[in-house]
């Protein structure tokens, strides 16, 4: 090894053999030569930053939209989903109240003399989704620490694996939410006897008693993630000190009471005084949701398509995610309309559409829509016009605020509808109803007036006792259906004139009914054959069948005039957005095809760096290409079995160049590359 290290000029002697390098670090002295001088620090007076007036949209249109469009698109999206987050908000604390409220009157109720001695134990059932009762956790903790009720703790199964863990965590929860690391240290200090270790429950009962504390709750999320021994020996030693210490344990189950008894053994569970709770299930509160944000509002100018629709609630139900997380992800689909579609701006202020630019009517001229509404108007032999939408951008602005009061005023309509649709339900098939967000995407895609859901979902309608359609009429009496209110009128007199005769005890039903069909048997040819025979109806039931049949036909007119397919509208590409890449490429990424194509074709996200001497496609010398693509290159082309000195030394030979250099030029850019 000798031979091969020159020590007194510190470099290596090159050879292609040499196996390894040797290290000689530098001296003392060399060390104080070789570090830079530090800079001067010069003092200088620092303004206070002013608000920065930068707006997070970008001018569109090739950079030639104004700043005005910007704005307003900015404060259209503000304002539009300053109405959707308050309004998901609500629901998320609605759905949780009930809940919240429950397990705090349990932990306010608690007495020791009703529980016999056992520890109180409040069994939460929060479903399949464990994030459920994360999200009841943050509101109960946050009451009891306001109403000075009880200190809570939220331990995970990560942060227990054994019993020493848990009840350092526990301790150190309890005790971090009134005294801070010092205070607790101070009080360690003036307790008088022996130095009390950290998993001591004599540290928390100290506490408790100097501080008044009423009931210390912990909170197990997720309670099938903990060793059933573990929780076992946990509850023993918490049971040992209930005398002391008012423990209230609360467990988020999964699964089910029978399944975690199972996991607990005997002696574990006679130490516990159980009550339980069912959480809201994240599918209820997820279609609660939807519909919410969805449906009609007092500031909607935009809605989501049935592509992102379906990816929405897929994802969501699928990965059995949060509530707050389908949130961010609505919020994304927003932001990304009135971000990228400069044509959003028409949503807004209708003053700026007399502002308009140029490039603006270009883009309404090549939206698909458009192609569609001229080809409509060619048909109808409507070619002046025509002319007058391609040529004149005056005429067009009209015709885009009208059609865009239309279509957005169409859309409304036929959200009412899936509302008629699901109260309709309601009375016909209660336990099997098709959800609103279901009845939404096919709504969305167009498929819902000529789908068998709307003929299938009427003809139960002619069935309805004269109770229940007298009853689905006045919920229906909010809707603003051609003829309802007069037939509704009509069926009162008729109940009212037949609740006078004695003799009718029943309620009316309508010859569609199955009660007014006999079965008849017949044998012709010494063969069996039954047929269906309607019996005689009296005057009543005649006269509430007549009433019925016109029900249907004014529920059948008013699904067919608000059911439109959506996408025949003009315009719809400014009040829908159903762009499902944008959302893909945030919430599902692809880290591994993205690094893949950075390091096989780096000019695509270094520019002109990687470009050749025209800049006109990439570059034909791979030196000019990061070290790192040309290493994977060479790692590619490379068989199953890689040689590592063949690859240096062909990787060596691209960086090194064509250009011939001194050896000692080669030997710095060789350690500069590694």
Known sequence: MENDVDVHDGHLNTDETQGCYVFLPPSHENEQNLRPSKRRKHSRSVRPSEPSQKEHFVPLLQGVETSDHVQNRSQIFESCWAEHEELLEDLIQETNIKTVNEVIDFVDGIDNTTCNGKIPAGLIVVGSNGAVYSSLTKPLTARLKDEKQAVVVNLAAGQAPVLKSALKEIIQQAVSVVLSDEDDAELSRTRKGPRLLNYDLQRLYDFVQSHSIPKVVVSFQNSEAFDGSLLADLIDVLNSWFDRIPFVLLFGIATSIELFQEKLPRAAIRHLHGMKFEAAQTGETLEKMFKAAASNGEYRPMW????????????QRNHAQNVEDFVRAFKYAHMTHFYANPLSTLLGNRDLASSLHKEHFEAVRNLPSFRSFVEDLLDKKELQVVRNMLDDDQYLRSEILKNLEYGQASIRDMLVALDVASKIQTFTSPNSTIPWSELYTIAMSGDLAKSPLIKGM??????????????????????EIIGLSSIRDKLKHLITRTSSDATITTPLRSEHDTQHETLRTTVVAQKVELSKQKSALSSQDSAYSTLVDRVHVALRDFFDEALINPQDLFLHEVFIYDAKSPYRDVFTPKPRAAVERALSSPWDYLGDDCRGEDGDGPSSSTAQQPAVAVLYQLYLESGSSINIADLWSAFLTIMRGEEDGDEDEDEDRERSIL
């Open 458 to 479: 009427l003809m139960p309608v002619k069935k309805l006792p004269s109770d229940a359609m007298c009853a689905l009429l006045n919920d229906l009496d909010n809707f």
């Open 304 to 315: 989501l398509g049935a592509g992102i629709s379906n990816l929405l609630l897929q994802r």
